[in-house]
């Protein structure tokens, strides 16, 4: 696996931003005027949904969507010139925020500059015309991987990127994408800028199985690692939803994010989130306020870099189109100071350094990162339920670094939090057990 030295990829909190929707205009200056907002969050990384230029052949929606490039090269016009975008990653820079921008290397617009010159850079059907792979994608024609030409195109833009001043790349369905060109080309960009953050959108389990079973090409996330700094949650985000809408229990999820630490190297790094563009906003799928907040907070919590997608912060409850205007409703941004709270602690040393361990699953999820310095206990109340819960820290007085209240622990117990609570702990925890699920236990009877 790769691993990225130059900050804890493990602990970011990464911000997306989809430029078309975020502003009155949808323009890089209106994003560049909300960065100090973002960066008050505790975000590290402002994350652009594709730049570029759309294409109109066969395009969805009246604008198209941003994932069916024309020219991965240039700039999308409807956001501003390439200029503009320079002075955006300027301020953010000034702020001590990086920048990523998406890579869609698996396929291009129907119009894309790429097919008249090279169509032998692409799939083809029996009659020679550019074809998609993935029959839904109907805007975008796929690229075909191997071809050492097309590779080093591909290759020598992301260097040119890099030296414009981007320092990450979200590479879209990275799966699909042989993992050695990801790892060559992760090489040539640190030959120009050593330290860029490489996050690959790994694809869901049952999307690899069924190109598998069709022939065509995927890797698995195991693979996807090997040049990636961390990689989608995607291989268990069925169960999590399925989880939250109570179709599975609770230690179904925390079974799977156990069975994550037996199957991935053991430096692996997951994005963990509770909405994404592509995926519900948590208030939709969870309508019960105080239920989303607490599964937010234990995704922030949990081991793996964090995502907040714009808009979160104003509770909004609609994901955006991605083919047409359709802005943010961002109200008063009413969950700005929760999610401060978490990307805060995804910087304490406990975090950082520490071991994590989930202790419980029902009536909520309790879990701790264990650390020599100081400890963090977190408490996610997921069912909703109320009442007493036993925990297995001593009595006292601890503040909640959430919320900044007092919870009383009296006899192992406390009153369960309205979402989540999370205290500081000191000690060594030695009697933390950790929480095991039936289904991956092995034993001899």
């Known amino acids: ?64 969507c941003p994932y069916s490039i024309s020219d991965y ?101 990275a799966s699909l994408i042989p993992e050695t060109f990801w790892v060559e080309a992760r090489i040539q960009v640190d030959k120009v800028k050593p330290g860029v953050i490489w996050l690959a959108e790994s694809v869901h389990a049952g999307f690899v199985e069924g190109r598998r079973r069709e022939n065509l090409f995927a890797i698995s996330d195991s693979e996807v690692l090997r040049g990636f700094d961390m990689t989608y949650d995607y291989d268990i985000v069925t169960i999590w939803q399925a989880v939250v809408k ?32 592509d995926q519900p906003r948590i208030m939709d799928l969870v309508p019960e306020r105080n239920k989303a907040l607490a599964w937010t907070a234990f995704a922030a919590f949990n081991r793996g870099a964090f995502l907040i997608y714009a808009g979160q912060e104003s509770a909004a409850n609609r994901t955006p189109s991605l083919f047409d205007v359709d802005k943010v409703d961002w109200k008063k941004y009413e969950l700005s100071a929760f999610l401060t709270s978490l990307a805060k602690l995804k910087k304490d040393p406990a975090q950082q350094f520490g071991k994590f361990i989930v202790v419980g699953a029902t009536p909520a999820i309790q879990a701790v990162w264990k650390h020599e310095g100081g400890n963090l206990f977190g408490v996610f109340n997921v069912s909703g339920e109320h009442g007493q819960i036993k925990v297995n820290i ?35 925890l030695s009697d933390i057990t950790p929480f095991y699920c039936d289904l991956l236990d092995f034993s001899l009877h």
């Open 246 to 277: 109570n179709k599975l229990p609770v230690s179904r999820y925390l079974e799977m994010l156990r069975f994550q630490d037996a199957i991935y190297p053991a430096n692996f790094n997951k994005l963990r989130f509770v909405e994404n563009h």
């Open 1 to 64: 696996m790769a691993q990225n030295t130059s900050l804890s990829t493990r602990n970011l909190v990464i911000y997306e931003v989809y430029v078309r929707n975020h502003g009155h205009n949808g323009k890089f200056i209106e994003v560049e005027n909300d960065l100090e907002r973002i960066q008050a969050l505790g975000v590290d990384v402002v994350w652009f949904m594709p730049i570029h230029p759309i294409g109109k052949l066969n395009k969805k929606g009246s604008l198209g």
């Open 394 to 428: 001593p009595d006292g007085e601890y503040v909640d670094l959430i919320s900044d209240k007092t919870c009383t622990v009296k006899q192992e117990k406390m009153q369960m939090p309205e979402s989540a609570c999370i205290f500081r702990v000191p000690g060594t």
């Open 73 to 173: 090269r240039e700039i999308n016009p409807e956001y501003g010139t390439k200029a503009d975008f320079s002075q955006l990653i300027e301020k953010a820079h000034t702020l001590g925020l990086k920048v990523m921008i998406d890579v869609v290397f698996n396929h291009t617009a129907h119009d894309s500059v790429l097919v008249g010159d090279h169509p032998d850079w692409y799939h083809q059907n029996a009659a020679g015309k550019p074809v998609t792979t993935v029959p839904d994608w109907s805007d975008v024609i796929d690229l075909k991987h191997p071809n050492p030409d097309l590779s080093k195109y591909l290759i020598d833009t992301l260097v040119e990127w890099a030296k414009f001043g981007v320092d990450g790349f979200r590479c879209d369905v």
